[in-house]
DNA sequence: TGTACATCAGTGAACGCGCGTTCACTGATGTAC
DNA sequence: TGTACATCAGTGAACGCGCGTTCACTGATGTAC
């Protein structure tokens, strides 16, 4: 860590670190203006010279996790190839993944109660990471037969609310409350067995 | 509505009530004692005649949420008969209708951050809707074959989790990103095809 | 290289607010005789 | 039925607190000449 003087030099992106470590520990309403400025070695007032006000800096963290869970999404799918199927498996696992070594971040965008439309470049980063498991549900529906295809949108919602459903229920560090199974092994088997009843992993692999 | 001088009559489920109804309109984290109290006509200090504080309120609220899910869980399971199928999925779509009828109490119940363990009538109201599921999926798993069936207390997992992912994720008001599909349908797409997956529906039933 | 000055990024004090909670109190209710 | 009294369920005022935000300010930086 440089020594910092009057002017800090990096304050925004630190504000915003200051913020998810709180987010992580408390919540996105259990994090205020005031612990991330001090957290960040900096008055409340400063944080006014970045950002608008709190909800502002919540949709910052909120856009910044996008941004990194789009990226992550888009090489899982690239290196689950060759087939369409294990691109698919691949993205399934980054979802989690991202949830675990990003928990402000996974906070931040999914239970922060933030609209998404509040702003347009947040709107767009989430639209990315859906397309991205849009897109690879889109090109493994292509193995289905036709007459008996859902829409690709369909199954992607399936495998996203159950991701998400897996994080929020079991992997959650819910002290006592122990999860039966790793949450990962939980996933895998979960969406294996969603794959089969489409049709696209043999019966008995 | 009975008149009502000095005393209430019933304040504590008057307070829980509204507790119910702020929560389902701000969160569990935005809900206030004072704006519970106001609402059901009364000082925010006579809150503490019934309840030893916020967190207590709360917690009453989601006691009362798991005690009408056990419930409903139970009355689904047994009207699903006589199939171990049948009941099984009217548990599943009976999960989704209890979110959306009773969106207060799922909120206290799952988005409240509070903790099951700090009360024991609440571990208890919990463990029970909880069962309720994973008896369904023991039943179920009977008509697996042995050497290819999943734990039981895995696959109730799998359709909790993916009932919660389209609860939160599709079934929640949030104004301007609509669903792609009503959730009903979703959850009951996505529950079908799980199991068949399982081998437990013909592959084109 | 040195100086004047505009711009920027912080400070520190203060604001108004609503929160959860406490306290001594009082009005209403129910019970004993 | 009437009275005395204990118990209960509210009131209303007050508390200390931390919040988000604002404001006039000042120290540091960068640029023009």
Redesign the pocket.
Known sequence: MPKR????????QALVEAALALIERKGPSG?????A?KSA??????????F????SLIAECALQGHRIFGDLMEHAYANGQPTALSAFESTGRAYLAFARKFPGHYMAMFESGLSVHANSDLAMAAERSKGVLERAAVALSEHIPEDKRPPASMFSSHIWAMSHGVVELFARGTPGAKAPFPPEDLLEAGIGIYLRGLGLIEPDA
Chains 1, 2 share one sequence.
């Open positions: 003087g009057y002017h800090h030099g990096n304050l925004k994090f205020t203006v005031a612990e400025a070695g900096v008055t409340p007032a400063a944080v006014y010279r970045h608008d006000g709190r909800e």
